[in-house]
């Protein structure tokens, strides 16, 4: 079992930046996947940015230029800096950890912090 929890939300105008954290229960270096999700109101969750524990990143297209995203294993921490944000990043963000295991995976959910782009 992994919990996570995230921080680092609130309420910034057009063009700011946040950098969310989340903190992992123990060490990260056996998750597969490190992930930030989010979802906007009234909308589906979505993938913005993935990280493998290799360090091979992967982006949401409305991601692309703006987000970085990165993990500290030994720390257990996953973060998302974000710069540029835009009015439509509003949502609840999400840190996931996903763990392969022979055959099946494991799927954890942080409760989710709220950011906030006000226009």
């Known amino acids: 079992q992994v919990q996570l929890v995230e921080s680092g939300g609130g309420l910034v105008q057009t063009g700011g930046s946040l950098t969310l954290s989340c903190a992992a229960s123990k060490s990260i270096f056996d998750i597969n996947i490190m992930g930030w999700y989010r979802q906007p109101p009234g909308k589906q969750r979505e993938l913005v940015a993935a990280i493998t524990t290799s360090g091979r990143t992967n982006y949401a297209e409305s991601a692309k230029g703006r987000f970085t995203i990165s993990r500290d294993n030994a720390k257990g921490t996953v973060y998302l800096q974000m710069n540029s944000l835009k009015p439509e990043d509003t949502a609840v963000y999400y840190c996931?950890?996903?763990?392969?295991?022979?055959?099946?995976?494991?799927?954890?959910w942080g409760q989710g912090t709220q950011v906030t782009v006000s226009s």
């Open positions: 996931n950890a996903k763990k392969w295991f022979t055959t099946y995976e494991s799927d954890y």
